[in-house]
């Protein structure tokens, strides 16, 4: 069984940064892929970012491109996600994915989730 926990997220001012982890369990991290999401208040899920399991392959929203930075540590079975210069229409509750398939994984389609960190930009 695969557990995924988030963390790192807060509340922060517009402009700040944050930078959320999701750390794996119970499976060997380096093969699988892994993706950030989120959802606000009263919207569907989107994604964020995406990072195959050898780095090689890293896709981005548009809306994020140049403002974030997915990375991952297979020794620490963690990827991070760097979020700079951070806007209000970013607060959502960020999620971690996780799947063999890395197409999987950016179709928001993996098996496993974690549980969410809040993150929350003021204005």
């Known amino acids: 069984q695969v557990q995924l926990v988030e963390s790192g997220g807060g509340l922060v001012q517009a402009g700040g940064s944050l930078r959320l982890s999701c750390t794996a369990s119970?499976?060997?991290?380096?093969?699988?892929?892994m993706g950030w999401f989120r959802q606000a208040p009263g919207k569907e899920r989107e994604f964020v970012a995406g990072i195959s399991w050898s780095g090689s392959l890293i896709t981005y929203a548009t809306s994020v491109k140049g403002r974030f930075t997915i990375s991952r540590d297979n020794a620490k079975n963690t990827v991070y996600l760097q979020m700079n210069s951070l806007k209000s229409e970013d607060t959502a509750v960020y999620y971690c994915?996780?799947?063999?398939?890395?197409?999987?994984?950016?179709?928001?389609?993996?098996?496993?989730w974690g549980q969410g960190t809040q993150v929350t930009v003021s204005s």
């Open positions: 119970g499976r060997t991290f380096s093969t699988y892929a």
């Open positions: 994915n996780l799947d063999r398939v890395y197409s999987t994984v950016v179709a928001g389609k993996g098996d496993y």
